[in-house]
């Protein structure tokens, strides 16, 4: 962790949880609210990544006709980031309650 603790309340927490569900944006206030955490920066690229890459890929899927029947299974994948972004910030939340 770099400097000053990450201090992560009942509000940043709810914040955190309505932006990773109410947004295409999954992962985006996990990285935001806990920036200076660098294992939980990590994690929050890597789920921001992988739900934009794979919007990117169901749109490009569903122009295509004869390969609809995989766009429910990619759609799995920003869910599966969703829940793994709620895991982190329950986990940040109970580590740096302040």
Request: aromatic share 10%; charged share 15%; proline share 3%.
């Amino acid at each position: 962790m770099e400097g000053r603790p990450v201090r992560i309340g009942a509000d940043k927490l709810a914040a955190m949880l309505l932006i990773t569900w109410l947004t295409t944006l999954v992962g985006l206030g996990n990285l935001i609210f806990l920036w200076k955490d660098k294992r939980f920066r990590k994690r929050a690229i890597i789920a921001l990544g992988l739900s934009q890459g794979t919007g990117l890929i169901i749109i490009i899927l569903s122009s295509f006709i004869c390969i609809i029947g995989l766009i429910p299974l990619a759609s799995f994948i920003p869910l599966g980031m969703a829940i793994w972004m709620t895991i982190d910030a329950i986990n940040a939340y109970n580590i740096y309650r302040g």
